[in-house]
C-alpha cells in the first residue's frame, strides 16, 4: 500500500509554518515559551539554564503583520527511545514546547502544527509519539490517549517498611549532588531500569536538565542532595534527589518537609535500604514524592497505606504513528489472534483492520478484510499500548467495540503487561 501522509491543514492568511533555527530564532523561541505558560525566569535561573531543543526538531508559526513579523506559535520534539512491553526501546518523538501567544489563539495554529508533527515525526520512522500534557483536553482529537500514571504520596517520618532480605548489607551514602561528580552514576541507574514507558535520555543536555538545581524552586529549601544506595562493590543499585525544607511547629517541634525530585531502585532490598533513609532524616516531619510509577516498591514496602495521601496522576500520552511496526514492536505475554478495526482520521496508513495474531515470541501484523473482533480508536490503542490501561476497562467505558462475543478478554490479556508502565521523568 503506498505511504499516505497525515492530512494537512493550511494556516489562516498571513500566517506561515516554518522549521526555527535554534541559533538565529531562539530569543523568539523563548519569547514563545514564556507567554504561553505565563512564567519569567529568574535572573538566577538565567545562570544555570540549558538550552535542550535538538538541531531540525522545532517548527514555528511566523505571523507577518502590519508591524512587522513576529513568532506566534511553536512546538518541538525531542529524538526519544521509548521502552515497551518486554524492554525493546522504540524510535518515539517526544513533543514538548506546544505554545501560542495569547494574542494569536482560536486560529488553528495549534492545529497545523499538530498535524505537521505527526507528518514530520512519521517521515523520520518515529513508531510513537509520546508526551506529558499541559492541558489534558487537548491532544486526544490528535489521536494521544493516556498510556501511563504517576502516584504522587505523602509520608510521616518513620513509616513502618516490612523487612526485605539483604537490605541491611547494602549502604546509602548521602551527598550534596553535583552533576559532574554524580551524573554518570545516576543515569547508569535510570538506564539499567526496564519497564513499559521508561524513556532513555540520550543527550548530555537532557541529561543536564532533569537534574538542573533550579535556584527558584528552593523556596527556602537546602541545595539538591542525592541519596545513592551501594552494594558491597559499591556499585550503584537505586539513588533519590531530594531536598529538605526546615520547619518547627508552634510548640518547637520539628516539622521539616523532605521533597523527592527522582527515586528509583533496581531491586526489592535496594528500594527497603534507601527508602529506610529517606524516611528517617532528623528534623523532617514528612516525605513527599510526586512521580512515582503505580506499583512502585514503596508502596508493597509500607506496611500502612492509610494516611499517605496517595492520588494518581495522567503521565505519558502516546500517538501510535506507525500501527504496524508499533505493534510488532512490542511483546505479549500470552498468545493473541485478534482482527482489530482500528479508526485514525489524522494517519490514514493506521485506519482499516488489523489482525494482530501470535504470541511471547512474536506477531504477524498485517492488513485484513476479514470481519474485525473489536473496534477502537487510535487514542484508546494508545492507551493501550503500554499495557497499562486494559481493553477490558476501555470496553467498560465504552470506547472499545466488542464485535465479536467473547473476543474481548483474551484480546485484552494478550495486550496487558505486568509492570506498570512510568515514564520516570517529564520533559
Known amino acids: 500500500m503506498p505511504h499516505t501522509h497525515p492530512t494537512q491543514v493550511p494556516l489562516p492568511p498571513g500566517y506561515r509554518l516554518a522549521e526555527l533555527d535554534d541559533a538565529t530564532d531562539r530569543d523568539a523561541m523563548r519569547e514563545i515559551d514564556r507567554w504561553a505558560f505565563a512564567f519569567e525566569p529568574s535572573p538566577e535561573d538565567d545562570q544555570v539554564d540549558v538550552w535542550a531543543l535538538e538541531p531540525a526538531r522545532s517548527v514555528g508559526v511566523w505571523f507577518d503583520g502590519p508591524r512587522g513579523t513576529m513568532l506566534a506559535a511553536m512546538h518541538s520534539s525531542y529524538a526519544f527511545r521509548v521502552q515497551v512491553p518486554g524492554g525493546q526501546r522504540v524510535p518515539a518523538a517526544g513533543l514538548t ?30 513508531v510513537l509519539s509520546v508526551l506529558n500534557a499541559a492541558e489534558s483536553g487537548i491532544y486526544g482529537r490528535y489521536g494521544y ?12 517520618r518513620g513509616a513502618d517498611l516490612r523487612p526485605v532480605p539483604g537490605s541491611e548489607e547494602l549502604l546509602v551514602e548521602l551527598d550534596t549532588f553535583d552533576v ?29 536538565l532533569h537534574v538542573l538545581d533550579w535556584p527558584s524552586a528552593r523556596k527556602g529549601a537546602e541545595r539538591r542532595r542525592i541519596a545513592f544506595v551501594r552494594d558491597a562493590a559499591g556499585e550503584p543499585r537505586g539513588y533519590a534527589l531530594l531536598r529538605r525544607t526546615e520547619k518547627w511547629s508552634d510548640e518547637s517541634r520539628p516539622e521539616g518537609v523532605v521533597k523527592i525530585h527522582d527515586v528509583l531502585a533496581l531491586d526489592a532490598a535496594a528500594a527497603r535500604a534507601l527508602w529506610a533513609t529517606l524516611l528517617d532524616l532528623d528534623l523532617m516531619g514528612t516525605v513527599e514524592v510526586r512521580n512515582l510509577a503505580p506499583d512502585d516498591a514503596v508502596l508493597g514496602l509500607l506496611t500502612d497505606l492509610r494516611g499517605t495521601n496517595r492520588k494518581i496522576h495522567d503521565d505519558l500520552w502516546v500517538r501510535i504513528l506507525d500501527l504496524p511496526a508499533a505493534l510488532r514492536l ?18 490514514p496508513d493506521n485506519h482499516g483492520r488489523w489482525h494482530v495474531r501470535g504470541g511471547p515470541e512474536g506477531v504477524e501484523v498485517t ?3 476479514a470481519p474485525a473482533h473489536l473496534a477502537i480508536g487510535v487514542a484508546d490503542l494508545g492507551s493501550a499500548y503500554l ?11 465504552g470506547r472499545v467495540t466488542e464485535l465479536v462475543p467473547g473476543s474481548l478478554v483474551p484480546a485484552a490479556a494478550a495486550l496487558g503487561w505486568p509492570v506498570a508502565p512510568s515514564t520516570g521523568w517529564g520533559f
Open 180 to 208: 559532574a561528580r554524580h551524573g554518570a552514576e545516576l543515569e547508569q541507574v535510570h538506564g539499567s531500569a526496564v519497564r513499559p514507558g521508561w524513556i532513555t535520555r540520550d543527550t548530555e543536555a537532557l541529561r543536564r
Open 145 to 156: 490517549g493516556i498510556a501511563s500514571h504517576r502516584a504522587s504520596l505523602t509520608l510521616g
Open 367 to 369: 492488513r485484513t478484510e
Open 97 to 126: 514546547w506546544v505554545g501560542v501567544h495569547p494574542g494569536h489563539r482560536r486560529r488553528g495554529l495549534s492545529r497545523a502544527m499538530l498535524h505537521a508533527h505527526l507528518r514530520r515525526s512519521r517521515d523520520r520512522g518515529e
Open 387 to 397: 499495557g497499562g490501561t486494559t481493553l477490558s476497562a476501555l470496553h467498560a467505558a
Open 330 to 347: 512490542r511483546s505479549y505475554p500470552c498468545d493473541i489472534d485478534v482482527v482489530l478495526d482500528v479508526s485514525d482520521p489524522l494517519v
